[in-house]
């Protein structure tokens, strides 16, 4: 029940890793952005074996303290909803930083004669 979860939750939380990645470096130049976004792709292997090793390991810790597997679906449930829900927190406030940036003045306003 959680593989499914897993085979979607990674290659997104790499999206966003690497989105977050290239955000940080924007302000050093296009070059950087472009070796972040060719950099930071995770090893194909690693990523696999999360994929494939995460949900015997969720599955055995939930075990271990008291949940049993016939409540991975609710699990699996709020585990999405709570992604979706951090996802539109994380771009709202994006959109504050960008709307509160548009509104601020890009030259400070000239400074008035001494009489």
Request: proline share 11%; aromatic share 2%; net charge neutral.
């Amino acid at each position: 029940m959680l593989e499914p979860l897993f085979r979607t939750v990674v290659p997104e939380i790499e999206r966003l890793d690497i989105a977050a990645l290239k955000a940080r470096a924007t302000p050093l130049g296009v070059e950087v952005v472009n070796m972040v976004e060719k950099d930071a792709v995770w090893n194909p292997v690693a990523k696999a074996t999360i994929v494939t090793t995460g949900p015997a390991v969720v599955a055995k810790a939930l075990n271990s303290v008291g949940v049993s597997a016939e409540h991975a679906p609710a699990i699996a449930l709020v585990g999405a909803v709570a992604a979706i829900l951090t996802g539109r927190q994380m771009l709202a406030a994006k959109l504050d930083e960008l709307a509160k940036a548009e509104r601020a003045p890009s030259t400070p306003p000239p400074t008035p004669p001494n009489p």
